[in-house]
């Protein structure tokens, strides 16, 4: 958030972990008349998993325990409602700033578990919780945010049986990060894309599903966003404004997905 910033700005850094072979690998510009015009990564075509808009408003899911979905190893939803890919994309295209945002996921039906992170050009933040019906939000009281994979909310740890270890010690140091004092460059917050596992956050588990399939570092003041098709370490981080093509000289992107196992203890379960 600004008063975390050296330069006054707010950012939101984010790393997307799945399988290439369900990603949709898409990054989209969608300028649709009466919304507003936003940038980010698709999910199923039509959905999105996180962006930027023209107002400077900007979301990222991640999931809260294991997904929801049909896809092997997720589980069916519990509740009828909207999946994240919705949810993300119509808050992008109706929002223009987190209170607006937080409203209209208060008004929706939502079936999918998940940690919402949703912050805007003002310097605002929230984190919005799901799970099995259940709706938390969590105005930000820090100078800073954070989102992985396991509930954040008491009222959702005491549903979930369990937590990813994986999923603490990614958020363990991202709070390492930013809970010291002191103001953070821009690089220092990029580096942590830069890393891998379990120094940063991007990771190469490509053949069990849970390697970086997009990286992104938002900057909602000046509405642009630096991106890389899979892991930052291993493919080039591109540029780009929001509502801006971005315009490549060749019909395609070659991207490397280098895979490293990580071993059995990746995928240990703690208590939550």
């Not at 409602?81 to 119509?90: E, P, T």
């Not at 994986?166 to 917050?189: A, P, T, W």
């Not at 399939?213 to 098709?229: A, P, R």
């Not at 780009?240 to 060749?250: A, H, L, P, Q, R």
Request: net charge negative.
């Amino acid at each position: 958030m600004p008063g975390k910033m050296a330069d006054g700005k707010t950012y939101v850094i984010r790393n997307y972990d799945l399988s290439p072979a369900i990603s949709d690998m898409r990054l989209c510009t969608t300028v649709v008349e009466g919304k507003y015009i936003h940038t980010g990564f698709s999910v199923s075509t039509f959905g999105r998993s996180e962006g930027l808009n023209e107002k400077g408003l900007c979301v990222a899911y991640a999931s809260c325990g294991m997904p929801i979905g049909k896809y092997p190893g997720m589980r069916p939803p519990v509740v009828p409602g909207l999946q994240f890919m919705v949810i993300v994309r119509a808050l992008l295209e109706n929002c223009e700033n987190v209170e607006e945002a937080i409203n209209m996921v208060n008004n929706m039906p939502v079936g999918t578990n998940m940690n919402l992170l949703i912050a805007d050009a003002n310097g605002a933040a929230a984190l919005i919780g799901t799970y099995d019906g259940i709706k938390e939000v969590k105005r930000a009281e820090l100078d800073y945010l954070i989102a992985t994979n396991h509930g954040l909310f008491s009222s959702i740890q005491k549903m979930e049986p369990g937590k990813l270890e994986h999923s603490q010690l990614r958020y363990d140091i991202l709070e390492g990060k930013f809970s010291e004092s002191g103001k953070r460059s821009v690089e220092e917050i990029q580096e942590l894309l830069l890393k891998e596992f379990p120094k940063g956050l991007s990771v190469h588990n490509y053949n069990e599903s849970f390697g970086t399939v997009h990286s992104i570092l938002f900057n909602l003041t000046d509405l642009q966003l630096e991106f890389s098709f899979g892991s930052p370490i291993q493919n080039q981080v591109n540029k780009i404004d929001v509502g801006e093509n971005f315009v490549k000289t060749s019909t395609s992107t070659p991207i490397e997905f280098n895979n490293k196992s990580y071993g059995t203890q990746f995928w240990k379960i703690i208590k939550s």
